[in-house]
Structures are given as structure tokens and as C-alpha cells.
């Protein structure tokens, strides 16, 4: 089945200490992204990768890190959480960045920075 | 301000009506995408557009992309509790960037 996994789903972790979320996809897409939801808000891009080793920053990207070593993996990186990081997340995955193209999302991480 | 304005931002209807969202961009889009999101899941595609003027269907759900490439509709006939959730339309702002989404709408169904 064609999917995107997020781990965790949940998560409460306290302010400073690092953490990861992980984003996996199995079809073999070469664009993928992060993005937080926030309420009133919308979706916002955190980060996005177009392909292995090739990473490039979103709308609000401080605070977080990102890696592409594997086209399958895009972990998002929160060296040191704040409260403010507090949001429900999203990694989605695309045959190619925008472009008229379908794009995947997993089922989201809640973290919650206290 | 908001890229991508939609409207209304919540919706509450009867189980059996239509009802219709909205997206409205200032600048004209190279694609539109309509997502729908469970509360707290991943969001779910729905459809895409591409040209001016274009409609497309699936089961009761009717999306339109004005000919400027600046507005879109999406439509729900006879809706039901299983249509609840929230919309969110997204859209491309060039042909290679990245994509960009609206505030979203939330519909709730009353059976």
C-alpha cells in the first residue's frame, strides 16, 4: 500500500530537549516536505527536499533541521523544542515539487513542547 | 495575509443539502488542489485542476477553477455526515514551487 508513516503520532517532550520525528515513504517519490498546522493558520512549509542531499528551507523554518540520506526518509529535527513549536506536523511526499502533482501525506505527529 | 482566502471558514449543514466552499487567490495559480482532513488525521486528496475553466467530479463533490486561474469552488450535493470534515484547497504558485495551502474550512454535517 502506498503511504506515508510518521512516528510517533503522539508526542510530549519538555523545552530543550532534542528530538525527532521520523517520515518514511514507499513510493519511491523524490520531493517531500514538512509542514506544521496551526489553527487560523493553515499548513505551512517548514522544509522540503527535491530530492536526496538536496534540502531547502520553508516558510517557517527556525527552529527545526532536516535530513535526506535516503530518498526514502525525511526526518524533521528539533535540536532544542520550545512552546511555541507546539503544533500538529505533516510530512508529505510528491512525484515531483508542485507542478501539477498529487501529494501524500502521513497522519501527523502532535507534539507538544511544555 | 493569507496567500490562499477561503470561505466561509466553517460550515454547519443539514444532512441532504449543498453547500459550496470557496478559494480565492490574488495571483493567478498553476494548479489547484482540494484536500479533505479528518480532524487531526493527514489530509486526503480530492481532486486537482489545472486549466481555466475546468470541472471535475467525483461522487457528490463538483470542483471549478475560474478562467483567470484565481478562484475555485467546490461543491458537495446532498451532503452527508461522511463529507464532514475539514477543506482545505492548495495551490502552485509557479510551475516548479513549492505548494501553498488555504486556512481551511470546517464542515460539519447534522444527520
Known amino acids: 500500500e502506498a503511504q506515508v508513516t510518521q512516528n510517533p503520532r503522539y508526542l510530549i517532550t519538555v523545552t530543550g530537549k532534542k528530538l525527532t520525528v521520523t517520515c518514511s515513504q514507499n513510493m519511491n517519490h523524490e520531493y517531500m516536505s514538512w509542514y506544521r498546522q496551526d489553527p487560523g493558520l493553515g499548513l505551512r512549509q517548514i522544509y522540503y527536499?527535491?530530492?536526496?542531499?538536496?534540502?531547502d528551507k520553508g516558510d517557517v523554518p527556525e527552529g527545526y533541521k532536516v535530513s535526506r540520506k535516503e530518498k526514502r526518509n525525511f526526518p524533521l529535527i528539533l535540536e532544542s523544542p520550545s512552546p511555541n513549536q507546539t503544533s500538529l506536523y505533516f510530512c508529505?511526499?510528491?512525484?515531483?515539487?508542485?507542478?501539477?502533482?498529487?501529494?501524500?501525506f502521513g497522519q501527523g505527529t502532535r507534539l507538544t513542547v511544555v | 495575509s493569507q496567500e490562499l482566502e477561503q470561505s466561509p471558514q466553517s460550515l454547519i449543514v443539514q444532512e441532504g443539502k449543498n453547500l459550496t466552499i470557496n478559494c480565492t487567490s490574488s495571483?493567478?495559480?498553476?494548479?489547484l488542489y482540494w484536500y479533505k482532513q479528518k480532524y487531526g488525521e493527514g489530509l486526503i486528496f480530492l481532486m486537482m485542476?489545472?486549466?481555466?475553466?475546468e470541472e471535475k467530479s467525483h461522487e457528490k463533490i463538483t470542483a471549478k477553477l475560474d478562467e483567470k486561474k484565481q478562484q475555485s469552488s467546490l461543491h458537495i450535493t446532498a451532503s452527508q455526515p461522511s463529507h464532514a470534515g475539514i477543506y482545505l484547497c492548495?495551490?502552485?504558485?509557479?510551475?516548479?514551487?513549492?505548494?501553498?495551502f488555504g486556512p481551511g474550512t470546517s464542515l460539519s454535517v447534522i444527520p
Open positions: 495571483k493567478t495559480l498553476y494548479g
Open positions: 508529505a511526499s510528491s512525484l515531483a515539487a508542485g507542478a501539477n502533482t498529487e501529494a501524500f
Open positions: 485542476l489545472q486549466k481555466g475553466g
Open positions: 492548495g495551490a502552485d504558485k509557479t510551475s516548479y514551487d513549492k505548494v501553498i
Open positions: 527536499s527535491m530530492n536526496v542531499e538536496v534540502t
